[in-house]
T-cell receptor, first 114, second 118 residues
Framework: GENVEQHPSTLSVQEGDSAVIKCTYS??????FPWYKQELGKRPQLIID?????GEKKDQRIAVTLNKTAKHFSLHITETQPEDSAVYFC?????????????FGKGTTLSVSS | GAVVSQHPSRVICKSGTSVKIECRSL??????MFWYRQFPKQSLMLMAT?????????EQGVEKDKFLINHASLTLSTLTVTSAHPEDSSFYIC??????????????FGPGTRLTVL
């Protein structure tokens, strides 16, 4: 089955700096890679996602890149703000009628200090 | 966007009792729902895939006789933790796939249920 590795486990940055979180996956059949932000005691919130037919996607301060050959994808947050502090999870799955569940990385705790 | 609800949001029970958690898709039909468990400061771990009208598929290491899943309709899946023990205390989150509309087949998460077993 799918296995997702995520690094780093913790990341501390100064406000305004960039933050990068990296993930690798094992199953070449996976074709959907979302990123979630989770605050304590709450459900994960989708912040951005990418499909395997796209190499990069950007939404304001957030971008995701995907290297399908190397089976890794990364989350980039620019101009970080204190409210970006949370736990971030990458995930991988397969879309479609026979689609699979999301398999999550272990998470990255991002701390943005002002 | 699509809404998934869970009930109850919090439950405290005595060791040995059973607890039922409901997961509902409020504005879409979900032929597939997923149940995750999250221990403190850990990731979401997939427990089982719930398919409407058929038996659930459990992940390795998850006891199907302990975690009973019923997906009787296109909008409701239930997880029953039987003979609960303190080590079952966790945050249980369901998600549902909406395959009818969006191209991405995004999964929508419920708000989670905090189970504490005394």
């Amino acid at each position: 089955g799918e296995n997702v590795e995520q690094h780093p486990s913790t990341l501390s940055v100064q406000e305004g700096d960039s933050a990068v979180i990296k993930c690798t996956y094992s199953d070449s059949a996976s074709n959907y890679f979302p990123w979630y932000k989770q605050e304590l005691g709450k459900r994960p919130q989708l912040i951005i996602d990418i499909r395997s037919n796209v190499g990069e996607k950007k939404d304001q301060r957030i971008a995701v890149t995907l290297n399908k050959t190397a089976k890794h994808f990364s989350l980039h947050i620019t101009e970080t703000q204190p409210e970006d502090s949370a736990v971030y999870f990458c995930a991988a799955s397969m879309l479609g009628q026979a689609g699979t569940a999301l398999i999550f990385g272990k998470g990255t705790t991002l701390s943005v200090s002002s | 966007g699509a809404v998934v609800s869970q009930h109850p949001s919090r439950v405290i029970c005595k060791s040995g009792t059973s607890v039922k958690i409901e997961c509902r898709s409020l504005d879409f039909q979900a032929t597939t729902m997923f149940w995750y468990r999250q221990f403190p400061k850990q990731s979401l771990m997939l427990m089982a895939t719930s398919n409407e009208g058929s038996k659930a598929t459990y992940e390795q290491g998850v006891e199907k006789d302990k975690f009973l899943i019923n997906h009787a309709s296109l909008t409701l899946s239930t997880l029953t933790v039987t003979s609960a023990h303190p080590e079952d205390s966790s945050f249980y989150i369901c998600s549902a796939r909406d395959i009818s509309g969006t191209a991405y087949n995004e999964q929508f998460f419920g708000p989670g249920t905090r189970l504490t077993v005394l």
